[in-house]
């Protein structure tokens, strides 16, 4: 029983990544009906920005004095300002090789050519300019574990999940109540007949951007602050799995993205318990194809009639 | 005469490159290479066939090349030599001449059946969704192997060098130059007869509206599952050829950056054009290994130059940031790729009498 209730805490906390990433790709998929695959990438560039961050704060390039902040402050510093940074790397990709192509009115098949090809360059590039070894978060927060009979759990998990509640509940106000949140949602059923209505695609489309890399970057830093080592290839396999994640919650509805994300983690985790740990990807994905093959919109999904 | 001159330039060519490969004229580097060129020629011309054809989005094909390796691997290493595991060879070290070309067929037809695993979601699926279900697949196929301890696992597979070492006892020439030779022709062919056929113009029709096509009675199930299992065994074999000539398999050298290669030389070589992707595949080879040479050459222009810091040195990594770039920007200014969807009579006019005598056009 408690293994069960210890479980679950680590299947909630390595779900909430998968979330966090996951919304991501769903939100530009609504909007867009483009999958973004570099946005693995954009968490794992999130997570180095963060790093370097954290490291300036923490006074190792000489112009902070070292020691002058507390942990908690260049926390409170640092969440925001990744944030925004790796917005403005969202931006620039999206400015840089989406746009061109969508004003073109260049086909879907060659905008997701050059994301994925454009995943690949962040990969490669970040290996090519930092090196290939592996870099080191430093520790930001006291880990304080509360233990409940057998079951711990440390602050930093608590952190995680309830991050990513939040970030759930601030999505769903956002594409709910307000007027931009109408105006994606709207995007996604008629591309064409927005603009006649006086709605500035463009820039609903850079805020889309905005929202998703945003909160990779949130993602970036709390997966740093977790599992603190950093590897230029680390967002590669979680943003294949996240993206699946999406795709079988539904893509192009957040609750599917959540959904997907954490049952996703608890599909993973409930392998790893039960099946030797390196079933974990095969049986992952197998399950998830299965689920594909039985309802082939994902579990939130609507299925899209197209007229002949 | 004329309606054979391509087939006899083509013999010709072949036996020239064997000829000089036998007598050392060309080293064993270029010999790799040009055996990776037809290995590269043979997967970016199957991926064609789903991709560029039939207008789907399979990402991936390296999945296939993994079954197709391991099966026919597993299988001559099995039958010819003696190894650790397996113990005795189940046949004589000579018949490895007669029987190889048979292992590898083995496991490109294995391989068609693991394409099934991607042609059956597809009859309900299309575009976006068919990309993930091949990721997961090849992710599938790739985890599968790892978790296999009797034939290596994560460690990999080796053994292959002792069934070309056979077969060179027999006969000194160089046998893996000429399977991969022959091979590449071989796919090139059942390709080109496949398009030109019923079910090739099938697929396409199912490319441009696949309703259309059903109400047309073209019979869009057996055509998919005809063009997936196509493209796998193809691919298998080109894994087959692959594992032979290094002599060493490992399940990661399949991974989503192989398939990714494959794409890159599909897109880059335009998609449902045959002769496209054979020209991209020899180009995308030949832009590695030259890459090889350049990036030092530019490494140390920089230094010269010194437009970067000292402690910098420009490794060969960056070859894995140009490749992509080079896409990207075929995307933006030439996304039909290099030659379209047109073949070569389009831009060599003189080529237009090789075309004329064929019954199906």
Redesign the interface.
Known sequence: MEILVQNIFNALQWGSFYALIALGYTLVYGVLLLINFAHGDIFMVGAYIAFFLTTFFLGEYGVIAPDSLAGVTILMLAVPLTMILTSMVGVTLERVAYRPLRDKGAHRLYVVITALMCGLILENGNLALLGASRKKFPELLEKTVWTFGNVSVTNLKVMVIFAALLVFLFLQFVVTRTKTGMAMRAISYDKFAIPLMGIPINNIIVFTFILGSGFAGLAGLLFAMSYPILEPYMGALIGWKAFIAAVVGGIGDIRGAFLGGFLLAFVEIGVVAVFPSTLRDLMAFSVLLIILWWKPTGLFGIAKTTKI | MQKHSFKLLLFVFSLGLILAAHFQFIDQYVITVIMLMGINIILSSSLNVVNGYMGE?S?GHAGFMCVGAYVSSVLSVILFTKDRIFGAPLLAPDLSLFLFPGVILIGGLVAALAGLLVAL?SF??RG??L???T???N??II??I??LDIIGGPRGFQGMKRVINAMEDRLDIPWMLLWVVLGTIFSVWVIRRFVASTYGKGIIAICQDE??AEIMSVNTNKMKVAAFMLSSGLAGIAGGLFAHVYGYVNPQSFN?LKS?EC??MV?LGGMASLPGSVLSAVIFTLLIEALRFVIPELNALAHHLRVIPESYE??Q??K??II??I??LT??FR?EGLMGARELGDFFPFLKRFYRNRTTE
């Open positions: 989005f990402c979601p309900k699926t976006d969704y990309a993930i279900i990721i997961a697949a992710y599938i985890s599968g790892e978790n309703v259309a989503i990714t794409l890159v897109y420009i490794g990594v960056w894995w940031v992509p770039l896409l990207i995307m933006q996304p």
